[in-house]
């Protein structure tokens, strides 16, 4: 099998504080994960592409700069929510495309919640 | 409008029941599709692939037309435990990006017993 993991499951903090959540594949190899953001009765919406060893390719509307993304080896990518606030409570998914394939495998999510 | 279209239902049905969602995506360039299901609270998990040909899993029976650019599920014999979201997810491949998926908004499906 193919399995996505996602540490934290869960995080709630203080306004203005930042977050980072991890994504690791831990059975396979990625060179490239994907970000999304799903917020309640709504789809998920991608964020950014991340690629190991290179920068992330950001979607439209979202802020490089607020959404920190590294992917620095073939089994972890991370994001870094900088300076959260109430509007970024959301549920945070990666996924993985295991090399040599087009399908992505998810990972469990991360719910943030920014008080 | 949106790259990904589906109904949000509910669609409410009573066990055994056949049950069909229907989808339509916007950009003729795709080239692969899915179904996935999600649960609530929960990450999409892939349900199926879609074909051209058509592709049958048990009680789930996927189609693809091209032409229409329409993806379709059809659920026989529905069962309690398929009550979830269903995303119509396709992947354009393009020379500008890295094979992303676009997800629809989802159909919502609840079994009654």
């Known amino acids: 099998g193919a399995v996505v993991s996602q540490h934290p499951s869960w995080v709630i903090c203080k306004s203005g504080t930042s977050v980072k959540i991890e994504c690791r594949s831990l059975?396979?190899?990625?060179?490239?994960m994907f970000w999304y953001r799903q917020f309640p009765k709504q789809s998920l919406m991608l964020m950014a592409t991340s690629n190991e060893g290179s920068k992330a390719t950001y979607e439209q509307g979202v802020e490089k700069d607020k959404f920190l993304i590294n992917h620095a080896s073939l089994t972890l990518s991370t994001l870094t929510v900088t300076s959260a606030h109430p509007e970024d409570s959301s549920f945070y998914i990666c996924s993985a495309r295991r090399v040599g394939t087009d399908t992505q495998y998810f990972g469990p999510g991360t719910r943030l919640t920014v008080l | 409008r949106k790259e990904v279209e589906q109904d949000p239902g509910p669609f409410n049905v009573p066990e055994g029941a056949t049950v069909a969602f229907n989808c339509t995506y916007s950009n003729s360039a795709s080239q692969s599709f899915f179904w996935y299901r999600q649960d609530c609270r929960k990450e999409p998990k892939l349900l199926m692939s879609v074909y051209s040909s058509g592709n049958e899993d048990g009680r789930f029976t996927a189609q693809l037309n091209r032409a229409s650019q329409y993806i379709s599920l059809l659920i026989r014999d529905s069962k309690l435990s398929d009550s979830a979201t269903y995303l119509c997810?396709?992947?354009?491949?393009?020379?500008?990006?890295?094979?992303?998926?676009?997800f629809g908004q989802g159909t919502t499906l609840q079994v009654k017993p």
């Open positions: 997810v396709v992947n354009f491949a393009g020379s500008s990006n890295t094979g992303k998926l676009i």
């Open positions: 059975d396979f190899q990625a060179t490239t």
